[in-house]
């Protein structure tokens, strides 16, 4: 590989109109749906046991044992969590990245894809993007019981952290890995195994489950195969993994499996064993409850669970809420209803969706032409900041120990436009009847290498500091938390009755009871 592949392309030292690398109008009527490109397993894909089939039948909370009768709802066994440590992950088989995927690789090629990746290493850009887009627009929180009135409805620091990910050239393809290095690196790791541990034991049978013991010596425990949908969107290819299924559900009838740890825990990984005696003691209320699991999931998880919802085709999540030791109770949760909180109306997430991931694919287009002809990887950064996201690409591999890897810089910039005006980025995404164009312009930003490198290493600090759960050493993240309670200004508006029901002022469908 020689040098001048790691040399970004070459631009102007001043700012000037060159330095627009791509603009235009993105029409309604322009936006496509995802397209299927591979028949799915469906007799693959995992079902659930222990009668939970219930949770998906019935909206609501369903606890695990009733709190007033004593009596369990569910197998009993259910309510203690399996150890982490006493059981053989090795047995589970592994995590294959986007880059390792053999597939996703062939699939890609056979259907002129450039770019793939999964949900796990997307859904982070799409939220940056999706914050732009937006303009931040608050929550609607009007499925909510009356101690949540004057909750905040901005997301939370970790819902808006900055999305990092390295894109690998191979054979004309650029594939998407999740770039782990400013992840906390201790005890969240509980987390990640646990959510694996609890999608088998919810969906096998105690006694196939228990055959992953680390005692059980035998070579006959379940080999269960992942089942993926691979789905085409432009140049875009994006695998999804299908946790589960059943009949009753609209659509596909899959869903997502999500093993929610209560919030004290959440908020305090690292010293999670503090937290087992904390338990759910009432559906709804501030503190201790299930409402409260809930808001805080609107807040922390609805947005990325709405995208791998809908990149995957599924109709929704099953949450299972438990402290680490113990599992209380569990609730199914539409994209529907998830979009009543997120956007303020049942169904306006698809368009949102859409036109998301519509401008991941022109950043990754401009993406591809920073470093031309790199054969190695870039490590791409996200950020939504201000008025605009900043990407910053940077090449991993640099031919010269003395001087540190160029940087390029990109911004992007959007304008809604509904009714042939500017319009607020909370009605446009609550909106879901009126045509909806974006007006956009990808720029390269001019600035002395010094200046990009701060840029981005501010973006690292805050990954660093909110994966570590420690924002308060960066107070003008609080401070943008703050300004999220207001609607960012725009040079003109739409004016219409609905402006109001924009910001999630609505009734919403989903009920909190079983």
């Not at 700012?15 to 397993?41: C, Q, T, W, Y």
């Not at 993007?129 to 905040?152: G, H, M, R, V, W």
């Not at 999740?178 to 049978?205: A, P, S, V």
């Amino acid at each position: 590989m020689d040098g001048k592949s790691m040399e970004p392309v070459a631009s102007g030292s001043q700012p000037s109109e060159d330095n627009v690398a791509r603009s235009g109008l993105l029409a309604d009527n322009s936006f496509k749906p995802l397209k299927d490109v591979h028949p799915i397993r469906r007799k693959q894909i995992p079902r659930l046991a222990h009668g939970l089939e219930a949770v998906v039948k019935k909206e609501g909370v369903h606890w695990l044992k009733d709190p007033e009768t004593g009596k369990y709802k569910f197998d009993q066994h259910l309510e203690q969590v399996p150890k982490v440590s006493d059981y053989d992950f090795d047995r589970f088989g592994g995590f294959v990245t986007s880059s390792q995927d053999k597939n996703l690789i062939a699939l890609a090629k056979k259907n002129k894809c450039k770019y793939a990746g999964s949900t796990s290493s997307l859904t982070g850009i799409l939220t940056q993007i999706y914050l732009l887009l937006s303009q931040e627009k608050l929550l609607n929180l009007a499925n909510l019981s009356s101690d949540f009135e004057t909750a905040p409805r901005f997301f939370t620091p970790g819902q808006r952290i900055p999305a990092s990910v390295i894109l690998r050239y191979r054979d004309g393809i650029y594939t998407t890995d999740y770039d782990h290095e400013r992840d906390g690196d201790h005890e969240e790791i509980i987390l990640l195994k646990l959510g694996l541990l609890l999608e088998r034991f919810l969906t096998m049978k105690k006694e196939d489950f228990e055959k992953y013991h680390k005692t059980y010596t035998e070579s006959d425990y379940p080999q269960q195969k992942d089942v993926h949908r691979y789905a085409k969107h432009g140049k875009f290819l994006m695998r999804s993994q299908l946790d589960c299924i059943h009949e009753s559900l609209p659509g596909t009838g899959v869903f997502d499996l999500k093993t929610r740890a209560i919030s004290q825990i959440r908020h305090d990984v690292h010293n999670y064993l503090a937290y087992i005696d904390c338990t759910l003691d009432a559906l709804t209320g501030r503190r201790g409850t299930f409402e409260e699991e809930y808001y805080d999931m609107i807040r922390s998880a609805f947005l990325e669970y709405s995208f791998q919802a809908r990149i995957g085709n599924m109709d929704g999540i099953l949450v299972a809420y438990h402290n680490t030791a113990r599992i209380f109770g569990f609730q199914y949760i539409s994209l529907r209803e998830m979009d009543v909180s997120l956007f303020g109306r049942a169904g306006a997430g698809t368009r949102v969706f859409l036109r998301c991931v519509r401008l991941m694919e022109l950043l990754y287009e401009e993406i591809a032409k920073c470093f031309p002809q790199q054969s190695q990887s870039v490590k791409c950064t996200f950020e939504k900041r201000g008025q605009f996201l900043r990407v910053w690409v940077e090449p991993l591999e640099h031919n010269d120990p003395d001087t540190e890897p160029p940087i390029v810089e990109l911004s992007l910039g959007l304008k809604n436009i509904m009714h042939g005006k500017i319009a607020r980025g909370a009605y446009a995404v609550y909106s879901s009847n009126y045509p909806w164009t974006i007006e956009y312009q990808v720029k390269r930003v001019d600035s002395h290498q010094e200046l990009v490198r701060a840029r981005r290493d501010i973006a690292y600090k805050r990954q660093e500091c909110i994966s570590r759960s420690l924002p308060e050493t960066l107070p003008e993240l609080q401070a943008e938390d703050a300004s999220a309670a207001s609607t960012s200004p725009v040079e003109a508006e739409v004016e219409v009755d609905e402006a109001d029901e924009a910001e999630g002022h609505v009734v919403a469908e989903g009920k909190l009871i079983a």
